[in-house]
């Protein structure tokens, strides 16, 4: 059996219920991408990313194994792989932002390049808050709906609204400093 | 690019290319499948962080896409067995004893990995009619059943279905043809040439 892509997330959930490890397999091909971009901008570091990007689904795994089939039927996916996720970045957080350009590049050689400008927006998000980092890196770099991200970070939509208004407006002062330099 | 939404969605990344593999692997998930030569000529092995999963000749499966078609558990392509286990199953192949080998038998029924099971106790040189795995199950009845969960035997040769044969002494059926089912009991020493 080969691995495919998944069409939508009511096709991972079902396959999940009807074939554990074929539905883990659309999971990880699905989401990961999201989830190890995501963590790229909230940890900073390639490699941290790449663990939390790891370390997620194979949690994700093994709290399959206690929930019941109504329970993943009732999944809101990526709300719960982003709990998980954030829980790691977390931990990781807290290291410093590499300055050096260079460093910081992947090892894998087939990867995309690394995008434009990749480490200033590192460094401009470092400014958000926490919560303002959060929600602006869910919203606008992994695409995610503001339901999920009120889900994984157990804030009310209304503030996570907030934050993205907020760190948005801080991110466009923070970019026009930069242009008058 | 002005708009700073647009240029936060420029920082989607594509994660490195082994990243889903190793995920999939790491949690025991899927399986990875190579080539591994032998005196049946070279037999494609897939294998789960767990132990084996399946073993299928190219001669019948010629490519790898025809032997994951047929393979049930989710896969990816390896460029080589690891070193240990190659041995392992070339010397289970040249000796016929599989006792150090791990098998995966996830995926199957419990019926046909109890009939499996029963099977892998069979010794080189010893042949048993089906109606004994029936027996060993505690289902005598049951004979056909074992029949039909022995000819889906995803790990054969290893497995050692093929010392498994009709109540009148011939070899009966196998996967690969009777010819081979007789050639193997033959060099194991179960039967005269």
Same mark, same amino acid.
């Given at each position: 059996m080969?691995? $495919?892509?998944?069409? #939508? !997330?009511? !096709?991972v959930r079902r396959t999940l219920v009807s074939d554990?490890?074929?539905g883990f397999t659309m999971l990880v091909r699905r989401y990961q991408p999201g989830i190890y971009s995501g963590a790229r901008r909230l940890t900073h570091r390639h490699e941290d990313a790449e663990e939390v990007a790891q370390d997620t689904f194979l949690r994700a795994y093994r709290a399959?194994?206690?929930?019941?089939?109504? $329970?993943? $039927?009732?999944?809101q996916v990526q709300g719960w792989l982003w709990t998980i996720a954030l829980n790691l970045c977390r931990n990781r957080a807290n290291r410093p932002i590499q300055e050096t350009p260079g460093l910081d590049e992947p090892t894998g050689g087939t990867q995309d390049a690394v995008p434009i400008d990749s480490e200033s927006w #590192? $460094?401009?998000?470092a400014r958000l808050s926490t919560d303002q980092r959060n929600a602006v890196v869910l919203r606008h770099v992994v695409d995610l709906p503001i339901a999920d991200?009120?889900?994984a970070t157990g804030r009310p939509e209304g503030t996570v609204k907030a934050d993205i208004s907020r760190g948005l407006q801080r991110l466009r002062e923070t970019v026009e400093r930069e242009d008058l330099l | 690019m002005n708009n700073i939404e647009d240029q936060l969605a420029t920082l989607m990344e594509r994660p490195p290319y082994d990243l889903e593999r190793n995920t999939v692997i790491d949690a025991g998930a899927g399986d990875l499948v190579s080539s591994v030569d032998s005196r049946f000529g070279p037999l494609w092995v897939a294998w789960s962080r767990i132990g084996i999963t399946g073993l299928t000749p190219t001669f019948a499966s010629p490519t790898i896409d025809s032997f994951l078609d047929q393979h049930r558990r989710m896969s990816y392509e390896a460029s080589a067995l690891p070193r240990s286990l190659e041995g392992e199953i070339s010397e289970a192949l040249e000796s016929g004893e599989s006792e150090g080998l791990d098998f995966d038998l996830r995926g199957l029924s419990d019926f046909q990995a109890s009939v499996l099971e029963s099977c892998s106790t069979i010794r080189p040189g010893q042949v048993r009619p089906y109606g004994w795995i029936a027996e060993?199950?505690?289902?005598?009845? +049951?004979?056909? +059943?074992v029949g039909t969960a022995l000819a889906k035997n995803p790990i054969p040769i290893l497995i050692p279905c093929h010392r498994v044969v009709k109540s009148d002494g011939s070899v009966g059926s196998y996967a690969f043809g009777p010819e081979m089912k007789r050639d193997l009991l033959i060099r194991e020493g179960a039967i005269a040439l």
């Open positions: 080969k691995a $495919r892509d998944p069409s #939508n !997330e009511a !096709e554990r490890d074929l399959l194994d206690g929930y019941d089939d109504q $329970r993943i $039927r009732d999944l #590192n $460094r401009r998000l991200i009120a889900a | 060993e199950l505690h289902k005598p009845g +049951a004979t056909r +059943a």
